[in-house]
Every structure is written in structure tokens, then in C-alpha cells.
């Protein structure tokens, strides 16, 4: 078990900076989840932590200690890669086998660990088979066990699931998350699915550009978005946002807090209020989900239940609790914030 | 109609293609059953005409007859040593060299490698003289040297091995380098096992056209002792006359039997080389 740092790390790839004096602690034996849009920087650091692709500034620690000359296969990590990079030559035994031979570690003890892993991943009849001969499912597996064998400090993940269907990637998703529980390692998660990051983290790190966005808890991320990005990042649909017209500032709400109606509902009922156009409907079968245009603006509205059809005219409306405020420079105002009230009230009587 | 049709035009078109392939094969493969053939017949009976094909009672005595005219032994051994040597040493060379070409970033790698595709291009006729001269300076004409020295590098190889390494994705050798595995050992467990095709080839092309090299022996030898097989066939023209085709068949027998086994051996790696496939 480990924690890792980074401090004021920077990387830059030919001259071009795409990282610069990042600072983040991933905290022992959390499930931490590096999320963001591809080129955004996360593989960049996980790289960083196995040392495959070292930073060119700054320093990363591994438990307090500086792991910056510290060889890849030293630093008590391991690594599941997004195209699982098993050795095609060698058969699951010997992929698994592999690391621990280069260890030094005794041949009994070997066979007992490969054993005992195979058994919790359900390889074991596959043992002797070639990778050309398992199916996408058990290459994954087979990945994992490698990893899992050298009873490393720290897992590290880039976007292990993508190659899989999506069935197979729920049931990988909950096994990871059992894992997980069952070791209590540090792991670092790195995926650009954000549903992915919601569903298994403990702490997901949303990033954008080589910057942190937010470091939070799932919840935390979802209802409390620090800026703008983070708000439309996550979520599907992601949140709706509208110009206030004022400032540069704007307004936002979650797809499942506006409600629909056909008649214009009580005066005081709704906070925000706007009348518009079904233009699309999506019926996923648990919850139905709507895009409505009104003027200039258009947002997307899930419903629980599937009541209008599209070109059909309805009222919009959002509780005041639900709405959330972004100033100019992007980040959301706290509801304390003296300029969220001026916001409120601007909302509430535009026409 | 339409499927019977079709169903006889597939039938037609695998009949063409089987007969093709009949008169390639009958081409390529008439000389060596014509050598194999004349070296197991009497002096008379590859004089008759029309030509025997079946020799009455076939003449083994032939091959101990080649094998007496001149010290076969030796230059059999000369041919082995000498082969054997240039692959070993070729491995050596080339296995580092292309994976430094592929897998590193280093200073000047670029115009390195256009060096090797250089010592590529240029004609071997070309380097007989210098080469002469230099191995006359070190005095190494009396040995077998001159005939492995300057062929210890194989840019041919180098170029295929590193195209077949650049195909070898790079998350293979990260994965491995956090396995803690050194690059000697990665080298060895992953790189070499991985190419193992393309390994094949070299080690044919390098094993025939060193086995059957003979300009340079003939330039670079004045003994018997240190003479290849090659010369050695090729001199029982001499002494056994310029229409002894029967015996000098048999050298030509025992010449190509090598190639045929390493073939033999090579074959389905050779395939593959061709036909990469990695792991999706």
C-alpha cells in the first residue's frame, strides 16, 4: 500500500509543455480515478507513476520517497494497459510467471502464487493456452493477474475496459470495483468515460489541458462542479447551461431537475421558468429523455416518465435549489456568494 | 442455373490456377531432378541420347569418387566453420543494432541507419580489392579471416529485423520493463521470440548465399586448405575432366543438400515473416 504525490511535476513532449507544476496526492489504498477529454494529460501521469514516460520536472513520490531514479520495475507498481500488452509468444502461465521470475522469486512459491491468482480470476484452466487462443474477456483477465501476482503497492489502469463490449465491461467494472475491496491497494484508475469514473472511484480527478479541474468524490463532483468544464463533463447529458446575459455569466441545471408540464404551472411553484419546443426524444425505457429548444437556448430534460412527443410546446421549469450560477471567469458560484442572489432574481424575471 | 454456373466457373478458375502452378513448379524443380538424376548414372549413360532419366542401376560409387578427387573433408569443414560463423556473428550484430534502431531515440539515429542502408546498397565488386589488400596487410590471407571479416555485419538484416521490432507495439516493452525485466533479458524473452520469423529468414538468405558464395572465396583463397566446397566442386572440372558430368553432379548433390535441410527447417517461419499477425 502507498500513497503517491506529485509535486510541481511538469512534462513536456518536444518542447510542447503538456503538463505544467501539477500538484496532487493520491491517497493510500483509495480507488482514485483520472478522468478527462483524450490529450488532457492523465495517461501522461500514470506513466509518470510506473515510469515509463518519467517527468521532465518536479518531483513524484511513491510512499514519502522520491521514485525519480528508481527503475520501473522497482517501484513496487503495477500496470493493466488499455490493449492489455501480453506477451504473444508465451503462454498465460508464463505471461503471469514472467515478472516474478525476474524477482527472483523461488519456483515453489511461484507455482503456489499463479495458482492461487488464477483461481480468483478465473483462469485456470487457461493456464497453458497461447493469447491468440483466449478471447478478449481472458486476455483481460490474464492482464490483470500478471498485475496481480507481484502483489505491487500500487495498480495502475489505462482504460482497461475500452477494448471490451459494453456487457462485458459492466461485469469487469463491478469485479474491479470488488477487487478492489478484497485488496485494498492504491488504485489509479485512468479512463476518458466518465460513467466509468462516477460508477467505480472513490475520488475522481477530473482533468483538462495538463490542469486539474477538480479532485472530488463522485457526489461531490456531480452536484457541486467547481467551474464550468467539470459541469458539462460529467453527467450524461451533461449539465444544461444558459447565457444570463449579464457579466459573462451564466446559469445551469441538471437534465433530471427540470420539470415538464403542459400548462404553465403556479406563479411560485418553479424558480425558472421557460416555455419551448420538443425537438427530440430519447426513450432508453427506464426514463425518457427530452431536448427541448426555448429562443436561443437549448436543453436536454430526462423524465421519468415518457408523457409528450416531439414538436409538442411545453413549460419548463427548475426549483431554485436546483439552479446553479457560473461567474465570468467559469467557476460556479457558491450559493453564499452575495452575486448568486443578483443572479437568481435576473433568472426570475426574464420573460 | 446461376449457381451451377458459377459453381463451374469456380471449378475452372482452381483448375487453371492448379496447372499454373504445375508448370512453375515443373520449371523450378526440373534442374535439381536432372542433377540428382545425372549424378546417379554411368559416364555412358549421361552421354545417351535421348536422355536417361532412370538410371539402370543407380551409381552411388559416384559421390565417394567426387569425394576422393580433391580433400572434400576439409572443404566441407571450411564451409561449415565459415557459414556458421558469419550467422553466428551476424546475430550478434544485427539483434542489438535493430533494436537500438527501433525501440531507442538517440542522437544521429537517422543518419546511422541511412549508413547501414548505404554499406546496403554498395556493390560487393567494388570492396574486393581494398579488402584484399587489407587482409594482406594483416596477414590473414593463409586463414579463413578473409572470408568471414567482411561479412560480420548484415545491413539487410539489420534493416528487416528493425521494421519487424518497429511492428512490436511499445506498451509490450513497458509492460515487460515493469515486469523488471533488464533489456538484455527483454531482448532475449520478448524481442527475439517475437521476431523469431524474421530471425528465420535472415539466418536462410545469410546460410545460402554464404554456402554458395564464390567469387570471394576464389579472390580471397590460394590453398586447398582453406578453400570452401564451392571451389571445391567447381575444381573437379579440372580434375576430372570437363565431361565427367556424373561426378561432378554428385559435388553439386552434396553442395544443395545443406540448403535443402536448413530450408526444411526455416520454411514455416519464413511464411510468417511475411504474413505478420500480431495480437489485437
Known amino acids: 500500500m502507498a500513497s503517491i504525490q506529485f509535486v510541481d511535476v511538469s512534462k513536456t513532449f518536444d518542447k510542447q509543455a503538456v503538463i505544467r507544476d501539477l500538484n496532487l496526492t493520491i491517497e493510500d489504498g483509495k480507488f482514485t480515478v483520472l478522468v478527462g477529454p483524450s490529450g488532457c494529460g492523465k495517461t501522461t501521469l500514470l506513466r509518470m507513476i510506473a515510469g515509463i514516460g518519467p517527468h521532465t520536472s518536479g518531483r513524484v513520490l511513491i510512499d514519502g520517497k522520491d521514485v525519480s531514479r528508481i527503475p520501473p520495475g522497482q517501484r513496487g507498481v503495477a500496470m493493466v494497459f488499455q490493449n492489455y500488452a501480453i506477451y504473444p509468444t508465451m503462454s498465460v502461465r508464463e505471461n503471469i510467471e514472467f515478472g516474478l521470475k525476474n524477482n527472483k522469486v523461488p519456483k515453489a512459491e511461484r507455482k503456489r502464487l499463479i495458482e492461487s491468482i488464477c483461481e480468483t480470476v478465473g483462469l485456470a484452466e487457461y493456464l497453458d493456452r497461447k493469447p491468440s487462443d483466449l478471447s478478449g474477456g481472458q486476455r483481460q483477465r490474464v492482464a490483470l493477474a500478471r498485475a496481480m501476482v507481484k502483489k505491487p503497492s500500487v495498480f495502475l489502469m489505462d482504460e482497461p475496459l475500452s477494448n471490451l463490449d459494453a456487457k462485458l465491461r459492466v461485469q469487469m467494472r463491478i469485479e474491479l470495483i470488488e477487487l478492489h475491496k478484497k485488496l485494498g491497494t492504491t488504485f489509479v484508475y485512468v479512463t476518458h468515460d466518465q460513467v466509468e469514473a462516477m460508477s467505480?472511484?472513490?475520488?475522481?480527478?477530473?482533468?483538462?489541458?495538463?490542469?486539474?479541474?477538480?479532485?472530488?468524490?463522485?457526489?461531490?463532483?456531480?452536484?457541486?462542479?467547481?467551474?464550468?468544464?467539470?459541469?458539462?463533463?460529467?453527467?450524461v447529458p451533461p449539465m444544461n447551461i444558459g447565457e444570463l446575459g449579464t457579466e459573462g455569466a451564466r446559469f445551469g441545471f441538471r437534465p433530471e431537475h427540470a420539470v415538464l408540464s403542459r400548462q404553465l404551472p403556479p406563479e411560485s411553484a418553479l424558480h425558472y421558468q421557460t416555455r419551448g419546443t420538443i425537438i427530440t426524444r430519447e426513450m432508453l425505457g427506464s426514463e425518457t429523455i427530452y431536448q427541448i429548444r426555448s429562443g436561443s437556448d437549448s436543453f436536454m430534460v430526462k423524465s421519468a416518465e415518457d408523457l409528450y412527443r416531439v414538436d409538442e410546446e411545453v413549460f419548463l421549469g427548475v426549483d431554485a435549489s436546483k439552479l446553479h450560477f457560473f461567474g465570468g471567469d467559469e467557476?460556479?458560484?457558491?450559493?453564499?456568494?452575495?452575486r448568486a442572489a443578483g443572479y437568481l432574481e435576473l433568472l426570475r424575471r426574464r420573460p | 442455373m446461376n449457381t451451377l454456373d458459377s459453381s463451374y466457373f469456380n471449378w475452372l478458375k482452381s483448375a487453371v490456377g492448379i496447372a499454373f502452378k504445375i508448370v512453375i513448379l515443373a520449371?523450378?524443380?526440373?534442374?535439381?531432378?536432372?542433377?540428382?538424376?545425372?549424378?546417379?548414372?554411368?559416364?555412358?549413360?549421361?552421354?545417351?541420347?535421348?536422355?536417361?532419366?532412370?538410371?539402370?542401376?543407380?551409381?552411388?560409387?559416384?559421390?565417394?569418387?567426387?569425394?576422393?578427387?580433391?580433400?572434400?573433408?576439409?572443404?566441407?569443414?571450411?564451409?561449415?566453420?565459415i557459414t556458421v560463423s558469419i550467422i553466428v556473428i551476424q546475430f550478434a550484430v544485427m539483434i542489438p543494432a535493430a533494436y537500438a534502431f527501433a525501440?531507442?531515440?538517440?542522437?544521429?539515429?537517422?543518419?546511422?541507419?541511412?549508413?547501414?542502408?548505404?554499406?546496403?546498397?554498395?556493390p560487393g565488386q567494388i570492396t574486393f580489392?581494398?579488402?584484399?589488400?587489407?587482409?594482406?596487410?594483416?596477414?590473414?590471407?593463409?586463414?579463413?579471416?578473409p572470408q568471414i571479416i567482411p561479412f560480420m555485419?548484415?545491413?539487410?538484416?539489420?534493416?528487416?529485423?528493425?521494421?519487424?521490432?518497429?511492428?512490436?507495439?511499445?506498451?509490450?516493452?513497458?509492460?515487460?520493463?515493469l515486469d523488471n525485466a533488464g533489456e538484455w533479458k527483454l531482448v532475449r524473452k520478448i524481442m527475439i521470440p517475437m521476431a523469431k520469423p524474421a530471425l528465420a529468414t535472415i539466418a536462410l538468405f545469410s546460410f545460402?548465399?554464404?554456402?554458395?558464395?564464390?567469387?570471394?572465396?576464389?579472390?580471397?583463397?590460394?590453398?586447398?586448405?582453406?578453400?570452401?566446397?564451392?571451389?571445391?566442386?567447381?575444381?573437379?572440372?579440372?580434375?576430372?575432366?570437363i565431361s565427367n558430368w556424373h561426378i561432378i553432379m554428385a559435388g553439386n548433390v552434396?553442395?544443395?543438400?545443406?540448403?535443402?535441410?536448413?530450408?526444411?527447417?526455416c520454411s514455416k517461419q519464413i511464411v510468417k515473416a511475411f504474413v505478420y499477425s500480431g495480437i489485437k
Open chain 1, 200 to 235: 467505480m472511484a472513490d475520488t475522481i480527478v477530473l482533468m483538462n489541458k495538463g490542469e486539474i479541474q477538480q479532485e472530488a468524490a463522485p457526489e461531490a463532483i456531480y452536484h457541486q462542479p467547481n467551474n464550468l468544464f467539470t459541469a458539462q463533463f460529467i453527467g
Open chain 1, 331 to 338: 467557476r460556479r458560484l457558491e450559493s453564499s456568494d452575495p
Open chain 2, 27 to 81: 520449371v523450378f524443380i526440373f534442374p535439381f531432378l536432372w542433377m540428382i538424376s545425372t549424378s546417379l548414372q554411368t559416364f555412358r549413360e549421361t552421354l545417351a541420347f535421348p536422355p536417361t532419366w532412370i538410371p539402370a542401376v543407380p551409381q552411388w560409387g559416384n559421390f565417394a569418387e567426387a569425394m576422393r578427387a580433391g580433400p572434400f573433408l576439409t572443404y566441407a569443414k571450411n564451409s561449415l566453420i
Open chain 2, 103 to 122: 525501440k531507442y531515440r538517440f542522437a544521429l539515429k537517422n543518419v546511422l541507419f541511412g549508413l547501414v542502408l548505404l554499406a546496403f546498397m554498395i
Open chain 2, 129 to 145: 580489392i581494398p579488402v584484399y589488400l587489407m587482409m594482406a596487410d594483416m596477414d590473414l590471407i593463409h586463414t579463413l579471416w
Open chain 2, 153 to 177: 555485419s548484415n545491413a539487410f538484416g539489420i534493416f528487416l529485423l528493425r521494421q519487424y521490432f518497429m511492428q512490436i507495439p511499445e506498451e509490450i516493452i513497458e509492460a515487460a520493463r
Open chain 2, 208 to 241: 545460402v548465399s554464404h554456402w554458395n558464395e564464390y567469387f570471394w572465396p576464389l579472390v580471397m583463397t590460394n590453398s586447398a586448405s582453406i578453400r570452401p566446397l564451392t571451389l571445391g566442386i567447381s575444381m573437379l572440372r579440372e580434375t576430372e575432366g
Open chain 2, 254 to 265: 552434396v553442395l544443395v543438400i545443406p540448403i535443402l535441410i536448413v530450408y526444411l527447417f
